[in-house]
């Protein structure tokens, strides 16, 4: 009887050691396919090319905005304002090369920020033109910043913020000036080729 419970003892232990082991096993073979996801999925995001970054959207969603404002069109400069705002949030930041990655972000912010202000102020259409003041400092420090695929113009208007001045960015070399509208269209000068 002795031997038959020493016995039973011996295989229950035994049995039961087997059993522990085989979710190490497991453990261990999970942890391994895990990694082989892991590096499969990291060698795989390693192998397809950095997105380039375009910044044509956002000045096509600037000059919107400033074009609106030449045609002293508030509605039409608060929806551009919001579009605007709407392609900065979206804006890939990963495609942002790291070198200038941190300067974009702060002169991003900034054009969100009045860009969200124009978009907000429907019927006053002289506090836009104050907001388009800095958005287009903003636009032109992000077109030096980043480059341009079209042919643009930093223009001036000596005029505006009491004899202050402001620039504007455009698409034309004529001058169109957004800050008063069709009380002095041809006011202003070019400044710079982009």
């Not at 038959?4 to 979710?23: K, V, Y």
């Not at 636009?139 to 009491?162: R, S, V, W």
């Not at 004529?174 to 070019?190: D, L, Q, R």
């Amino acid at each position: 009887m002795k031997y038959t419970n020493l016995s039973s003892l011996a295989l229950a232990t035994f049995i039961l050691s087997s059993c522990n082991q085989a979710p190490d096993k497991n453990r261990e073979q999970q942890v391994v396919d895990n990694a082989t996801v892991q590096d499969t999925h990291t060698s795989g995001s390693n192998n397809t090319a950095p997105e380039k970054f375009s910044f044509d959207a956002v000045i096509k969603d600037y000059l919107a905005l400033k074009n609106a404002l030449t045609a002293d069109d508030d509605k039409a400069a608060a929806d551009a304002g919001k579009q605007l705002f709407s392609t900065l949030n979206a804006v890939d930041i990963k495609a942002i090369p790291g070198d200038k990655l941190k300067d974009y972000t702060e002169i991003a912010d900034n054009a969100k920020e009045n860009a969200e202000h124009i978009g907000a102020n429907a019927g006053k259409i002289d506090h836009q033109r104050e907001h388009l003041a800095s958005l287009s400092k903003d636009m032109a420090d992000l077109i030096e910043l980043m480059g341009t695929t079209q042919k643009l113009y930093q223009n001036h208007c000596p005029m505006f913020n009491d004899g202050k001045g402001a620039v504007w960015i455009s698409e034309t070399k004529e001058i169109k000036n957004p800050y008063y509208g069709s009380k002095m269209t041809t006011c202003g000068s070019v400044q710079k080729e982009y």
